[in-house]
């Protein structure tokens, strides 16, 4: 296969573009840029220096990928912006290097789709088969586990974590973490119980839904303190891989997790 780079391209000599990579008209390759095989960037999509983007993506038009992190303390220093493989970024979507003080890498895993004009700060974490949705923002050092998704609009304050298959509500405000296979939403969001779309999908069995359901109402809804509700879950349900994760989870934050909300008390279904 060859490279396809159209005439109106401005591309680094110093970047390295895979085989059956396709470059648009007035797109922008900057110096230090590897480019993996089959990846396509589309016109007007820029990918900034100090950028490794894997096989299969595909940048659309005006996105911008790998530029200088929006952080008072950057000056300047070599960071990375790391992407795996097939991904989606798609119109005016931003994603930014990483700094010093967090490591200096912000990573992207592999088949995520990031929609039009999502935003992905400097020292981010995500992991795969992620959907950010319209105009849904992370500021810096936020970690999104694996098949999370993220309503339109929502925006996810510094340094808090989104779980494995958890869901946020559009036009949410996250402020602290959310557990995995929950859902989360509101303008202050709060938690809604287990996101029950989202483990059907996954096919989740009807005792792990359960289960989750159970954790959940101990954890968060039946007034006890949370270490002790904790130890009360894992006795009663800690035979679920996914319930020990759920604990896991919660013990190792240094944000605290997010309150449930006080209008319901789980989804029907």
């Known amino acids: 296969m060859s490279v396809t780079i159209h005439p109106t391209a401005q591309v680094a000599s110093s970047a390295e573009i895979g085989d059956g990579a396709v470059i648009g008209h007035c797109a922008v390759i900057e110096e230090d840029v590897i480019i993996g ?6 016109a007007f999509a820029s990918v900034r220096r100090y950028t490794r983007l894997g096989r299969n993506n595909h940048i659309h038009s005006y996105a911008m990928v790998g530029g200088a992190p929006q952080d008072l303390k950057f000056h300047g220093e070599t960071s ?10 798609r119109e005016f979507a931003t994603l930014h290097r990483g700094t010093e003080t967090g490591g200096g890498v912000t990573r992207v895993g592999s088949r995520n789709l990031l929609m039009a ?13 992620i959907i ?21 609009l929502s925006a996810v304050h510094q340094f808090a974590r989104i779980g494995r298959n958890a869901f946020i509500g559009g036009m949410s405000g996250i ?11 509101g303008p202050r969001a709060d938690l809604h119980g287990p996101n029950l779309v989202g483990l059907r999908r996954m096919g989740a069995s009807r005792e792990l839904i359960s289960a ?17 509700a904790l130890l009360e879950a894992e006795k009663e349900y800690g035979s679920f891989p996914e319930i020990m994760e759920l604990l896991r989870f919660m013990r190792e934050g240094s944000r605290g997790v997010l309150a449930a909300s006080h209008d319901t008390e789980d989804q029907e279904g």
């Open 117 to 129: 004009y999502t935003h992905v700060a400097h020292d981010c974490t995500l992991g795969d088969s």
């Open 132 to 152: 950010m949705s319209n105009n849904a923002t992370l500021a810096g050092h936020v970690e999104v586990q694996s098949g999370a998704i993220l309503g339109g």
């Open 175 to 185: 402020a602290m973490d959310v557990p995995p296979f929950m859902l989360a939403s």
């Open 212 to 228: 989750l359901r159970g954790a959940y109402k101990l954890i968060w809804l039946a007034g006890k303190p949370r270490q002790e």
């Open 80 to 89: 990375w912006l790391e992407i795996g493989d097939n991904n989606t970024i």
């Open 37 to 42: 095989e089959g990846t396509r960037v589309d």
